[in-house]
């Protein structure tokens, strides 16, 4: 009797505890004055990386797209290593500084730096 009763209790509890309360790149636009110039670590997805006008870019869950350029040697050369293994639609863990809403509703940042988080996952040995 009492594992009838446990059984659908848990499971409310668990979808109650596992609704997603993680801040989203929406958020932050629809609030965009108070988080400028904070620096932030999310996961996000690769959208492209475009070479010609130097630019990556990523998208959240609710597919607003961030902006960030990768002009400059010192810039390049910081992200060299990542830049080198990122392929369009993996989750990273992107580690940036929001600089301020893009044109089209997104954002743009400064980028510091971004790893792939399944590596999260891998273990050492």
């Known amino acids: 009797m009492r594992l009838k009763l446990l059984i659908p ?3 409310v509890f ?3 505890f596992a ?6 790149l929406s958020a932050i636009v629809r609030d965009i004055d108070s988080w400028q110039n904070k620096s932030l670590e999310m996961n996000l997805k690769l959208k492209k990386i475009d070479y010609l006008f130097e630019k990556i870019v990523f998208y959240d869950s609710d597919n607003i797209n961030i902006e960030f350029s990768i002009a400059g040697k010192k810039k390049k050369k910081e992200l060299a290593g990542d830049l080198l293994n990122a392929h ?4 990273y863990r992107v580690r940036f ?3 301020g809403s893009g044109n089209l509703g997104g ?5 510091q730096g ?3 988080v399944y590596s999260d996952y891998v273990p050492e040995r």
């Open 9 to 11: 209790l848990l499971m």
């Open 14 to 16: 668990s979808v109650l």
């Open 19 to 24: 609704q997603d309360d993680r801040l989203t």
């Open 88 to 91: 369009d639609g993996v989750m």
């Open 97 to 99: 500084t929001i600089v």
């Open 107 to 111: 954002l743009t940042g400064e980028l």
């Open 114 to 116: 971004f790893t792939p």
